[in-house]
T-cell receptor, first 114, second 113 residues
């Protein structure tokens, strides 16, 4: 079974600053996908960024980038130039390439302060 | 493109009553998921459909929860009878395939009194 751990229940950052959210996972699989999802207070979950485990290059989407350390089983999310609209719950998630179940971490509540 | 639709948005029932939730996925998405999200936690997968077949229901409490996707399009999730611990947000999601990006609906917030 896979587990995903987010060790920071809550974080805050000043607008325009950079913040990094942590995620670690445990698996015996070699091929898998990792995701960061954002859930704003309105509750609808949206995908922020996705990483394939076989790719060594870290994924980047505009102000969002990841630091994927496969050996350490670590997958952190960096948000640059934080904006008020980034305030949300952020969930790290894992799915084996040959599996079915997307496993979520417990989430990190991020507050961007003006 | 229309997103994943869910209804109702909110539901309050008493314990031992029955409740049903409805989900209409994005057109063309073969895979449909139901998640339970208890306050302060990440979503937990209850059941996954591929077209109208069940792929994974290992975490579905089958003594009280049931789900169907008869025509491979929309889906219903039912709880009968409800317990206090079923209070949660029930999220529906769909994807083109098993490992594709999952698109989530707005969820149904269930309160069991």
């Amino acid at each position: 079974a896979q587990t995903v751990t987010q060790s920071q229940p809550e974080m805050s950052v000043q607008e325009a600053e950079t913040v990094t959210l942590s995620c670690t996972y445990d698996t015996s699989e070699n091929n898998y996908y990792l995701f960061w999802y954002k859930q704003p207070p309105s509750r609808q979950m949206i995908l922020v960024i996705r990483q394939e485990a076989y790719k060594q290059q870290n994924a980047t989407e505009n102000r969002f980038s990841v630091n994927f350390q496969k050996a350490a089983k670590s997958f952190s999310l960096k948000i640059s130039d934080s904006q008020l609209g980034d305030t949300a719950m952020y969930f790290c998630a894992f799915i084996p390439y040959a599996g079915n179940m997307l496993t979520f971490g417990g989430g990190t509540r991020l507050m961007v302060k003006p | 493109e229309a997103g994943v639709a869910q209804s109702p948005r909110y539901k309050i029932i008493e314990k031992r009553q029955s409740v049903a939730f409805w989900c209409n996925p994005i057109s063309g998405h073969a895979t449909l998921y139901w998640y339970q999200q208890i306050l302060g936690q990440g979503p937990k997968l209850l059941i996954q459909f591929q077209n109208n077949g069940v792929v994974d229901d290992s975490q579905l409490p089958k003594d009280r929860f049931s789900a169907e996707r008869l025509k491979g399009v929309d889906s219903t999730l039912k709880i009968q009878p409800a317990k206090l611990e079923d209070s949660a947000v029930y999220l529906c999601a769909s994807s083109v395939n098993r490992v594709g990006e999952q698109f989530f609906g707005p969820g149904t917030r269930l309160t069991v009194l």
